[in-house]
């Protein structure tokens, strides 16, 4: 595996990408457990729709040929109705909207198109199409043909599609087992006291509720001993996961022990920093069947490396190609300086089709309030080093789970 010295975001994105171990093993859900998860296997369609012809428009089903004429209504047709032919030279049917088309009639007319209506008979416009307003069976889907492929990330289009098909349970990949752990000394959780000197664990539960909003479940395993043998325990013990994932304690130079710890339960580093503002500690790489994604400790520097970096890589291993973070096209709402030879990730809000980077893109990597202000993140490359007003780019919207 070719170590990666200091890549682009680009380059650690795409060499993570190609390393990550895909998940092979799969369940079977239904529907109602579908929403948000990957298909293992190709579904083909087991019924034409529509099932049969049926009519667009509350109107009149005809003969083409008949257009123009006065026709007598032979008969009503209502949904779910099962009508045989039976027209005669002269004779149209009454028909609802999504009643079935018998044979013998090629063309429906609304009723608001039509004159002279009456209980009896009706008088057809002499300019209408044939076929118009006619559904024809298999015109949607065929009987046979391909439905959803495998590693289709499921949405609610696609659950109404296999619903309308009769199918109600798939076969999905079964989802990722991925444990979280926090580092630092100064580390209270949430629900403990914390003096002057101490911090609360923003990152962990900020790790949580990031994977839980793109539809993965991660495990909380709490901090990593201050001890490097019990830290080599520990790591040795979450070996059975998918993903371990990480946050603070893995800096070149710092006085931890995580690295190290990685390395003596077989870790293969794929990189061990990133040429990015902000994130430039991040690690990652394989241990075993397991994927190490090491994020660096302050809590915006985290979340961002997180969405941007460590999320699609999880898709690719979940068994989906559609990994990346839909992006929009925006124009800058103001001009921006960058210090360029680094890719760099503004965090922003876009208004009226224009982005305007947070705090003029003046924040630390420390801070979560610039986040929290923030509903999209601009991405530039290390030869960007300026911006004018009104320059299109494109944007990743904060907390939106499609892909493309």
Known sequence: MVHLDSPSLREALA???????????????????ALGRILAKEIRVRKNMPAFDNSAMDGFAFRHEEAGKELRIAATIFAGDRPKPTLKEGECYRIMTGAQVPSDADTVVPIEKCSRVTEESVEIP???????????????????????????????????????????????????????????????????AATENEIYNANAFGILAILQRYGFQGEYHGRIPDDREATERMIGELRSYDVILTSGGISMGEADYLYEAFLSNGLSPLFHGVNVKPGRPTMMGVMGSTFVMAMPGNPLTTLLNLLVLS??????????????????????????????????????????????????????????TPLAESGAVAIFGEETRELAEGESIEVIPLWDPGRE
């Open 15 to 33: 060499a993570a990408l190609d390393a990550a171990p895909r998940k092979q093993e799969q369940e079977i859900v239904t529907l109602d457990r």
């Open 126 to 192: 002499a300019e209408i199409k044939k076929g118009s307003n006619l559904r024809r069976k298999g015109e949607e889907l065929q009987a046979g043909e391909p439905l959803l492929a495998a590693g289709t990330l499921l949405e609610p289009s696609h659950i109404a599609l296999l619903s309308a098909q009769g199918i109600m349970a798939v076969s999905v990949h079964t989802p990722l087992r991925i444990a979280v752990l926090s580092t630092g000394n100064e580390i209270r959780e949430p629900w403990e």
């Open 311 to 368: 999320l699609p890589v999880l898709y690719a291993m979940q068994g989906t190609d559609r990994v990346h973070h839909r992006r929009y096209t925006a124009v800058m709402g103001e001009p921006l300086r960058l210090r360029g030879g680094r890719s760099e990730m503004v965090l922003g809000s876009v208004r009226e089709g224009a982005f305007y980077p947070t705090r003029g893109n003046r924040y630390g990597s420390g801070m979560l």
